[in-house]
């Protein structure tokens, strides 16, 4: 006899699609090797990479005044003209303000270097005098009697070489600013047509939020942390000025205040040192070299404890560590630059991550 044919109740459910099958994960030496050849990419070309990123960092700058200019039914590419053209006047006029103390500070440098360093021995001649005493005991027990040769090398500076240089210190200034200018205009049809790029409609989506987000929130960080060094610069100038220093001069360690204020805990420091060599070659008693020292430390605890934490709150909050470790690196590959990037360019890796479906993790490691 034939089985009965099973009826339509009886059938078996359609069976579940499988899952998509997981990507493979590479092993742990070509990450590494991936991530070398990724710094070393990004020290080597430098010269390229530099200008394009502080480009990025002044059109975040711009970017919320930009929006504010288009609720006053501005064009863009109007107030783009407008605000890098601001930009440039305050600028220019600064460094017309900034350049004679600037040399004069360049030219009696070794001067002063000597008068202050005669000071410093004043203060710590005891303490050499004590290990000097030390030293010729030691050789003498030792049974040493004469002294061991220094060989003392020179290097002459070549005159020509910083007149080889300017061509291209200018054309990667001017190559900062039309970048800028295009970031500014163009910007944003740029991150449409990158968008275009995805398969589905969702991603598209999905992405065009992630991007909008993340801009806005970079480019508010970004423009409040300037504001915040340029008030601290200018209140460093400011007192300055009450100490007697001259109006030229204080704008000068004012402006250098404010730029190594973008630099967490080495700039400070790098700040302090300046600042007491500074004070040694105006001041004439050791009290009052150490106040501009001491008013510079004060400024910078007060935005740094007070100021930031209340005007930023905690969502852009960064370890101490994480942020020592990428001042380090970045400042390592690119100099004095990569110090000013550094934060901007972890501010929005974090963002970027905590956007990420399971990559929160990494974000929060940042805190």
């Known amino acids: 006899m034939s089985e009965p044919l099973p009826s339509p109740s009886m059938a078996e459910p359609p069976a579940a699609p499988l899952p998509p099958p997981s990507r493979p994960r590479g092993p742990m030496s070509l990450v590494v090797l991936a991530t070398l050849a990724v710094a070393y990419t990004l020290w080597a070309a430098q010269d390229i990479i530099l200008p394009v990123l502080l480009a990025m960092f002044f059109a975040l700058v711009g970017n919320p005044i930009l929006r504010l200019l288009q609720r006053l039914w501005i064009p863009r590419a109007l107030g783009a003209l407008l605000v890098l053209g601001a930009g440039l006047g305050v600028t220019g006029s600064l460094a017309v303000q900034l350049v004679g103390p600037a040399m004069d500070w360049a030219q009696e440098a070794p001067q002063q270097l000597r008068k202050v360093a005669r000071q410093v021995q004043d203060l710590t001649r005891p303490v050499l005098q004590a290990n000097q005493a030390a030293e010729n005991f030691a050789r003498v027990a030792g049974g040493e009697g004469s002294r061991r040769v ?11 070489r910083m007149l080889t240089r300017a061509p291209r210190h200018a054309a990667s200034v001017l190559a900062v600013v039309l970048l800028t200018l ?81 630099a967490p805990y080495v700039g400070p420091l790098i700040g302090v040192a300046l600042m007491l060599l500074m004070g040694f070659v105006e001041f004439p008693t050791p009290l009052q070299a150490l106040l501009p020292a001491a008013c510079y430390l004060a400024l910078h605890t007060l935005e740094g404890q007070v100021v930031t ?14 942020l020592i470790l990428a001042l380090m690196l970045f400042g390592w590959a690119w100099g004095m630059v990569g110090l000013l990037l550094a934060v901007p360019l972890l501010v929005c890796i974090k963002l970027v991550l905590a956007r990420l479906e399971g990559m929160q993790g990494w974000a929060r490691l940042l805190e």
Request: hydrophobic fraction near 50%; aromatic fraction near 10%; glycine fraction near 6%.
């Open 182 to 262: 295009f970031f500014m205009i163009y910007g944003q049809n740029l991150q449409r047509a990158a968008i275009a790029l995805f398969p589905s409609r969702q991603q598209q989506r999905f992405t065009s939020d992630i991007l909008r987000s993340i801009e806005r929130e970079v480019s508010r960080y970004v423009l409040t942390i300037t504001v915040i060094n340029a008030l601290v610069g200018l209140l460093f100038a400011g007192v300055l000025m009450l100490l007697g220093i001259g109006l030229q001069e204080a704008l000068l360690w004012g402006t250098v205040a404010a730029l190594l204020n973008f």
């Open 309 to 322: 934490p209340i005007v930023l709150g905690r969502r852009m909050k960064l370890s101490p560590l994480v």
């Open 150 to 160: 220094q060989i003392v090398r020179t290097q002459l500076d070549d005159p020509y």
